[in-house]
């Protein structure tokens, strides 16, 4: 039996309670969500410091803000099992990808909490176990005009979503890309990259918190067919739809 079926992840929203590293002060603060569905998942990570942007689009945001959302991280894309840790696989990432793998060890603590200790980084972290359900729906899609990848999780009546830029992303930090872009456009293409959690209710599925704040309170509906669409918004603000294909389709139920 692997260790991610000892401790079943899957099918789970959890949130961090913990941060622990070496030398440094514990953080309990970070408002932290990862969804985990049977092989897909997404993580959003916000700073409890995090200021207040209130631009209703990218187009409207200055250095500043930029430099500021910067700060926030979130990832998604596949979870990868090898029998003595589990690894975070990213086909989305706000950061540039770091020099090792992102991996840990899992470990339930208690009925609600799982422990996560690094495998190639030193760092604890815990997890609260916030929602279970058995009702998975997930996807890694590909846009069908730009080839930009998303991942779309839905647990129940939980979701998170996660698109990546349109065009890649430099191995330099990101705030030091954003300082060092050669236009405030420039600049602010580099945040066009969507992490966002949030709740389905009515068939609505509302947005609650993404790296894009304007986005917060948005509804992502999303239109399941031969193409799978999600409702986006432009630079300019401009209500947009991706359409995008399924790169490993995987049986979907209906909510």
């Known amino acids: ?86 690894e975070w696989e990213r086909a989305v990432s706000f950061h540039p990808l770091g020099p090792t793998p992102d991996a840990g060890t899992l470990e339930a603590l208690d009925t609600d909490t799982l422990v996560e200790h690094g495998v190639f980084e030193e760092y604890t972290e815990h997890w609260r176990i916030t929602d279970v359900s058995p009702d998975i729906e997930e996807y890694l899609l590909e846009d069908v005009e730009t080839g930009a990848t998303a991942v779309l999780v839905r647990v129940g009546e939980c979701f998170a979503f996660g698109r990546s830029r349109d065009h890649a992303l430099g191995s330099e930090p990101l705030v030091e890309q954003i300082l060092g872009a050669a236009t405030v456009s420039d600049a602010r293409a580099l945040l066009d990259c969507e992490i966002a959690v949030g709740r389905i209710e009515d068939g609505r599925w509302t947005i609650s918190a993404s790296t894009l704040p304007y986005r917060s309170g948005r509804n992502l509906h999303p239109v399941f067919g031969h193409e799978i669409r999600t409702r986006d918004t432009a630079f300019d603000g401009t209500s947009i739809t991706r359409r995008w294909r399924s790169v490993h389709p995987t049986p979907r139920s209906d909510t």
């Open 1 to 86: 039996m692997t260790a991610a079926e000892r401790i079943r992840p899957v099918g789970t929203r959890f949130e961090r309670t913990l941060l622990a590293r070496p030398g440094a002060i514990p953080d309990t603060t970070t408002r932290v969500t990862w969804l985990q569905g049977e092989r897909l998942y997404c993580d959003l990570r916000r700073p409890a410091t995090l200021p207040t942007v209130t631009a209703s689009t990218l187009a409207e945001m200055e250095i500043d803000d930029l430099v500021a959302l910067a700060h926030q991280d979130g990832f998604a894309g596949r979870l990868l099992d090898s029998s003595n840790h589990v």
